[in-house]
C-alpha cells in the first residue's frame, strides 16, 4: 500500500554535510493518510533507533545526539520527506531508514548507507 525509497546516502568527512531524501508511493488513499514520517538508524551491532519525525503537520521531534545538527522536512504535495544533516561526526555512520505510519501500521524503506569518515 506504501512503497518508501530512499536516496542521498554516501562517504563524507567528519564535519561535512549529507541530504537524505524519502520519496512515498502507493495506493493514493494510503499516501493521503501518512499521519507520521520518520528517519531511524541502525549502525553496526547497535539497535535501531529514531533520529527525527515529522508529523504531517509539520511537528518535529529529534534524538538529543542530533538536535541542532540535523533538520527533518517533509513536502506534502511530493509525499517526500528529507533529512538534512550538518556537522556530521563519525558516530553518525549507519543505515538510515525512512518509516512512515499510515493507520497505525509501520512501513519501512530499504535504507541507505551514511559513512561519516574521521
Known amino acids: 500500500q506504501v512503497q518508501l525509497v530512499e536516496s542521498g546516502g554516501g562517504l563524507v568527512q567528519a564535519g561535512g554535510s549529507l541530504r537524505l531524501s524519502c520519496a512515498a508511493s502507493g495506493t493514493f488513499r494510503y499516501i493521503f493518510n501518512i499521519e507520521l514520517m520518520a528517519w531511524y538508524r541502525q549502525a553496526p551491532g547497535k539497535q535501531r533507533e529514531l533520529v527525527a519525525g515529522i508529523t504531517r503537520d509539520g511537528s518535529t521531534n529529534y534524538a538529543d545526539s542530533v538536535k541542532g545538527r540535523f533538520t527533518i522536512s517533509r513536502d506534502n504535495a511530493k509525499d517526500t520527506v528529507y533529512l538534512q544533516m550538518n556537522s556530521l561526526k563519525p558516530d553518525d555512520t549507519a543505515v538510515y531508514y525512512c518509516?512512515?505510519?499510515?493507520?497505525?501500521?509501520?512501513?519501512w524503506g530499504q535504507g541507505t548507507q551514511v559513512t561519516v569518515s574521521s
Open positions: 518509516n512512515a505510519v499510515v493507520f497505525a501500521f509501520l512501513y
